[in-house]
């Protein structure tokens, strides 16, 4: 693909068209600069958005963010709607970690009190919130728990005294999306599930302690609860084993029900079911039983550094500011052609931002717009920014979800050496504790997007506005 | 070592976000057996000498890339419950896998890795042999 193919919306968007290859049945919309845009042709990211468009149903554009790279089937960044009544759901366009996602914690502490204790504090977190391949969470799950985990997702935890209403308030959907159900789940998925709540897991799922190093809106910061010179912690996690196997399960058992009903794609990864079909359907409930698990386990962990927090700095809290999935399918309605539609939104990579006065959102940001949380890589600075009504319009209020790859996992480890990487962040004053150096190469800031250029093109194409800028202090890698 | 026999292993190809491997082999079996060979390798599962089971795998799928997808997906389920497998056996008669594995106990894993994808996944058969290249989720 050639930069050729695309027309110029503005500086910021670019279309590819339908006919650009056949079998697209909506045109593709990429959020990115001329220089980003080269640099997303430089994998196959461009070609993956190009064959989602040919997804059966779809509304609107496949919309594409800045922070764009190469994933399996679908873009990593990726979003697509499709109509309820006529389009279809893709496991794949969702991704095997259902529901990872980022939950954003700040602190009334200013760092200045406690500079001295971050490197302890970084150590008594990475005890507290179990990291790395496999392992067992802060929860072991009974099958009846588990059962209650995946219908009320972080209500579970409120119950069980791991959450308070605020915390429940301040996470996406309320920490729970409704008609989950655990018929639908395969006794593998069980299986994974019962002993991983409430931890990180490995790869890029991190822990990273920040300073809110600038506000760009002080009454907006305020609403979210953010505070400028303040400690904040971020989280970044999913739902395990648990939504893997569950992912795993569709994609399979779909290779044959897209035959069934018909369905030709470019690639099998995109398989799919029509929404209303009963596979469809089968496959809904239990990928919102696997975000409920997700929304339980950020918030089992949350609250587990909240509790460390607290004993570390007596006197000071930490609060929830949002918790927002990345990688999801969402029954949703927006406008399309001056007509409203129910919608399921497909974002894989890319984050929610529903822009102010949505019914959707608590009352607290009923005026700033949904907080949308873009971390950047380790050791970069990461944003929050507020949706925009100027992103319900153009990407069904979706936004980028970090910085995005540029160097394979392969590359970063042949460039990159993990013990010289952590050398150099401590050097710079952050805090590493890695339970691998290979993977801590892997995840090196040389490996992704400049998060700065990525903001720039989110704010230019107005898809979110920035509201605050962090900068990481401590990182936790499992 | 048969000098004229065609090339057997796998290899750590370049992807963005994800990993992706190219396997090789003379024969489907054996690129079968490579595959997992590699999602090992990917895992940086060890292996214990304590020997948990037998277990006989028995997969249907549509193709030959649904049988693959399978077994590579049905040895992170058992290396998710600290198993790594031994072929004993592995017979592929049409769209059908039959195999007999020896799972020992898994004393240690660097990487995780969620599934093994079907993007663009094809097998193919040449003068050389067979190959593929497999999309891992990590």
Same mark, same amino acid.
């Given at each position: 693909?050639?930069?050729?193919?695309?027309? %110029?919306?503005?500086?910021?968007?670019?279309?590819?068209?339908?006919?650009?290859?056949?079998?697209?049945?909506?045109?593709?919309?990429?959020?990115?600069?001329?220089?980003?845009?080269? $640099?997303?042709?430089?994998?196959?990211?461009?070609?993956?958005?190009?064959?989602?468009?040919?997804?059966?149903?779809?509304?609107?554009?496949?919309?594409?963010?800045?922070?764009?790279?190469?994933?399996?089937?679908?873009?990593?960044?990726?979003?697509?709607?499709?109509?309820?009544?006529?389009?279809?759901? #893709?496991?794949?366009?969702?991704?095997?970690?259902?529901?990872?996602?980022?939950?954003?914690?700040?602190?009334?502490?200013?760092?200045?009190?406690? %500079?001295? @204790?971050?490197?302890?504090?970084?150590?008594?977190?990475?005890?507290?919130?179990?990291?790395?391949?496999?392992?067992?969470?802060?929860? @072991?799950?009974?099958?009846?728990?588990?059962?209650?985990?995946?219908?009320?997702?972080?209500?579970?935890?409120?119950?069980?005294?791991?959450?308070?209403?605020?915390?429940?308030?301040?996470?996406?959907?309320?920490?729970?999306?409704? /008609?989950?159900?655990?018929?639908?789940?395969?006794?593998?998925?069980?299986?994974?599930?019962?002993?991983?709540?409430? #931890?990180?897991?490995?790869?890029?799922?991190?822990?990273?302690?920040?300073?809110?190093?600038?506000?760009?809106?002080?009454?907006?910061?305020?609403?979210?609860?953010?505070?400028?010179?303040?400690?904040?912690?971020?989280?970044?996690?999913?739902?395990?084993?648990?939504?893997?196997?569950? &992912?795993?399960?569709?994609?399979?058992?779909?290779?044959?029900?897209?035959? !069934?009903?018909?369905?030709?794609?470019?690639?099998?990864?995109?398989? &799919?079911?029509?929404?209303?079909?009963?596979?469809?359907?089968?496959?809904?409930?239990?990928?919102?039983?696997?975000?409920?698990?997700?929304?339980?386990?950020?918030?089992?962990?949350?609250?587990?550094?909240?509790?460390?927090?607290?004993?570390?700095?007596?006197?000071?809290?930490?609060?929830?500011?949002?918790?927002?999935?990345?990688?999801?399918? !969402?029954?949703?309605?927006?406008?399309?052609? /001056?007509?409203?539609?129910?919608?399921?939104?497909?974002? !894989?990579?890319?984050?929610?931002?529903?822009?102010?006065?949505?019914?959707?959102?608590?009352?607290?940001?009923?005026?700033?717009?949904?907080?949308?949380?873009?971390?950047?890589?380790?050791?970069? $600075? #990461?944003?929050?920014?507020?949706?925009?009504?100027?992103?319900? $319009? %153009?990407? &069904?209020?979706?936004?980028?979800?970090?910085?995005?790859?540029?160097?394979?996992?392969?590359?970063? !480890?042949?460039?990159?050496?993990?013990?010289?990487?952590?050398?150099?962040?401590?050097?710079?004053?952050?805090?590493?504790?890695?339970? #691998?150096?290979?993977?801590?190469?892997?995840?090196?800031?040389?490996?992704?997007?400049?998060?700065?250029?990525?903001?720039?093109?989110?704010?230019?194409?107005?898809?979110?506005?920035?509201?605050?800028?962090?900068?990481?202090?401590?990182?936790?890698?499992? | 070592?048969?000098?004229?026999?065609?090339?057997?292993?796998?290899?750590?190809?370049?992807?963005?976000?994800?990993?992706?491997?190219?396997?090789?082999?003379?024969?489907?079996?054996?690129?079968?057996?490579?595959?997992?060979?590699?999602?090992?390798?990917?895992?940086?599962?060890?292996?214990?000498?304590?020997?948990?089971?037998?277990?006989?795998?028995?997969?249907?799928?549509?193709?030959?890339?649904?049988?693959?997808?399978?077994?590579?997906?049905?040895?992170?389920?058992?290396?998710?419950?600290?198993?790594?497998?031994?072929?004993?056996?592995?017979?592929?008669?049409?769209?059908?896998?039959?195999?007999?594995?020896?799972?020992?106990?898994?004393?240690?894993?660097?990487?995780?890795?969620?599934?093994?994808?079907?993007?663009?996944?094809?097998?193919?058969?040449?003068?050389?042999?067979?190959?593929?290249?497999?999309?891992?989720?990590?």
């Amino acid at each position: 693909m050639k930069i050729g193919q695309f027309e %110029k919306i503005n500086d910021f968007e670019w279309r590819l068209p339908r006919e650009t290859q056949p079998g697209m049945r909506v045109p593709v919309v990429v959020f990115a600069s001329e220089r980003m845009l080269n $640099e997303a042709l430089q994998d196959r990211s461009l070609e993956q958005a190009a064959n989602a468009a040919a997804l059966p149903g779809l509304r609107g554009n496949v919309c594409v963010m800045p922070d764009v790279h190469q994933g399996y089937g679908f873009p990593i960044g990726g979003v697509a709607a499709a109509d309820y009544e006529t389009g279809v759901i #893709s496991p794949g366009a969702i991704g095997y970690d259902i529901n990872c996602g980022v939950r954003l914690l700040c602190s009334t502490l200013p760092l200045q009190d406690v %500079k001295t @204790a971050i490197t302890d504090f970084t150590a008594a977190l990475y005890h507290a919130c179990p990291s790395g391949v496999g392992g067992r969470g802060i929860v @072991a799950l009974k099958a009846r728990e588990l059962k209650a985990v995946c219908e009320q997702g972080s209500g579970w935890a409120l119950k069980n005294g791991y959450a308070t209403a605020g915390d429940i308030e301040t996470t996406e959907d309320s920490g729970c999306m409704e /008609g989950a159900d655990m018929e639908a789940v395969s006794s593998r998925a069980l299986e994974r599930g019962v002993d991983q709540a409430g #931890s990180l897991g490995a790869g890029n799922h991190f822990i990273e302690i920040d300073l809110v190093a600038e506000v760009f809106d002080s009454a907006a910061a305020l609403a979210m609860g953010i505070h400028q010179g303040n400690l904040a912690l971020q989280i970044h996690s999913g739902s395990r084993g648990f939504g893997h196997q569950i &992912c795993t399960d569709f994609v399979q058992k779909f290779q044959t029900v897209a035959r !069934k009903y018909q369905i030709d794609l470019p690639d099998r990864e995109l398989v &799919c079911a029509p929404l209303k079909s009963p596979e469809g359907q089968q496959y809904l409930a239990a990928m919102r039983c696997a975000a409920n698990y997700a929304f339980c386990n950020r918030q089992l962990l949350g609250h587990s550094a909240r509790m460390v927090f607290e004993r570390f700095f007596p006197g000071a809290h930490l609060l929830n500011v949002y918790d927002l999935a990345h990688n999801i399918g !969402k029954i949703e309605s927006h406008q399309f052609g /001056g007509e409203k539609i129910n919608v399921c939104v497909h974002r !894989k990579g890319a984050t929610r931002a529903f822009g102010p006065d949505h019914p959707a959102l608590p009352a607290r940001f009923q005026k700033t717009g949904q907080p949308v949380l873009v971390p950047g890589s380790m050791g970069t $600075e #990461s944003w929050v920014l507020a949706g925009t009504a100027a992103a319900m $319009e %153009k990407s &069904c209020g979706s936004c980028s979800h970090g910085a995005g790859r540029v160097l394979s996992r392969t590359q970063a !480890k042949h460039q990159i050496r993990g013990d010289e990487l952590r050398s150099r962040l401590m050097a710079e004053g952050i805090y590493v504790q890695a339970g #691998s150096l290979g993977g801590l190469a892997e995840e090196a800031p040389q490996a992704y997007k400049d998060i700065n250029a990525v903001i720039a093109c989110i704010e230019g194409a107005g898809l979110g506005r920035r509201i605050a800028r962090l900068t990481p202090l401590a990182v936790i890698k499992g | 070592m048969d000098a004229n026999r065609p090339f057997s292993g796998f290899a750590e190809v370049p992807h963005t976000a994800d990993i992706a491997l190219d396997v090789f082999a003379p024969n489907l079996e054996e690129l079968f057996i490579n595959a997992a060979k590699g999602l090992y390798h990917i895992l940086g599962i060890r292996k214990g000498t304590k020997e948990v089971e037998n277990i006989h795998i028995s997969m249907v799928a549509e193709d030959r890339e649904g049988l693959m997808v399978s077994l590579l997906n049905e040895l992170l389920f058992h290396a998710a419950n600290n198993q790594a497998g031994e072929f004993i056996s592995l017979e592929i008669n049409e769209y059908q896998l039959e195999a007999d594995l020896l799972m020992l106990e898994k004393t240690g894993q660097q990487k995780e890795v969620k599934a093994a994808t079907f993007n663009d996944l094809v097998i193919v058969q040449d003068a050389e042999g067979f190959h593929t290249r497999i999309v891992f989720d990590v």
